[in-house]
């Protein structure tokens, strides 16, 4: 009896737990509109100031990225992409949000 009311528990319960783990809560596309509207087409080199730093993780290339204008000037190609990318790209939380994809192009 006691094995019927664990298979029955764990039954319900292990689908739901890899179900949550695997998928975030929130739609990406409502946050990534929100930074569009809100940063619209200006860029990482468009900066006011040098002092600003954006902080995010590249899954792709496995390693950190650090967006800021020093690094939109120096290696333009990877570092000055919009900011709504960036900010997008530092408000991946696994669980909440998935992570930004972007496209270079």
Do not use: C, W
């Not at 739901?16 to 990534?32: C, E, K, P």
């Not at 995010?56 to 496995?62: F, G, K, V, W």
């Amino acid at each position: 009896m006691i094995f019927l009311i664990l298979g029955g528990v764990i039954g319900y319960y292990l689908p739901l737990t890899v179900y949550y783990m695997a998928n975030s809560n929130y739609n990406r596309g409502t946050i990534d509109g929100i930074l569009k509207e809100f940063f619209g087409h200006a860029r990482i080199g468009d900066m006011l100031t040098d002092e600003a730093l954006i902080v995010s993780y590249s899954y792709n290339a496995q390693q950190p990225r650090f967006y800021s204008k020093y690094e939109a000037n120096r290696i333009p190609e990877i570092y000055d992409v919009t900011m709504d990318v960036a900010a997008g790209a530092t408000s991946a939380a696994p669980g909440y949000f998935d992570p930004k994809i972007h496209i270079n192009g």
